[in-house]
């Protein structure tokens, strides 16, 4: 959105100095009559044709279209940059995205089977006193480990989301923001 702005006001200030550099033309009218003599003589008529313009300014004209030609230049460069970095961040995002969504089925699963471990071995340590007490904090903490993990990358695929949405300027979108006001600043 900057990059935007900045090349808006680079556009504009190219057509200023290309505005600047031609000749302004205006026509001009008058009616003169004289006072004492009313009666006697018609009134005087002028139409004329001013042009204004500057020819010999040492190159100023020259020198500022080619400087608004340059910031336009970089305005655009900067642009085509912020855009190769979002385009870099969102598919490096869409790959963590992947990643994160077999690793989440993945946990998933080995807690579905961590907590059946667990119930197996409370089984075993309560109603047959095979297991010991060690096997059965062993398995209950590997399951609230696994639970834990999952909600971590439910944690960080939201924040990937989030990380797209702003990337790609529909955050404000998503928060219903759009056109609001914020401290006197539209949104």
Do not use: W
Not at 100 to 126: F, H, P, V
Not at 167 to 172: D, E, K, V
């Amino acid at each position: 959105m900057q990059a935007d702005a900045e090349r808006a006001a680079a556009t504009a200030q190219v057509d200023l100095s290309k505005a600047e550099g031609l000749p302004t033309f205006s026509l001009e009218a008058s009616v003169g009559a004289d006072l004492l003599e009313l009666d006697d003589s018609d009134p005087e008529y002028n139409i004329g044709v001013n042009v204004k313009g500057s020819l010999y300014n040492g190159g100023e004209n020259a020198a500022r279209n080619r400087a608004a030609n340059r910031a336009l230049l970089a305005s655009s460069q900067a642009r085509d940059r912020v855009r190769v970095e979002v385009e870099g961040k969102l598919l490096e995002a869409n790959g963590q995205i992947v990643s994160y969504r077999q690793l989440l089925e993945s946990i998933t699963s080995r807690e579905g089977m961590m907590k059946q471990t667990r119930d197996l071995y409370r089984k075993q340590y309560l109603d047959l006193g095979t297991r010991t007490l060690l096997d059965l904090l062993n398995a209950d903490q590997e399951f609230h480990a696994a639970r834990f993990e999952a909600a971590n990358i439910r944690y960080d695929l939201q924040k990937l989301n989030v990380d797209c949405a702003f990337q790609t300027g529909l955050l404000r979108r998503y928060l219903s923001l759009e056109g609001e006001q914020l401290h006197g600043v539209r949104l």
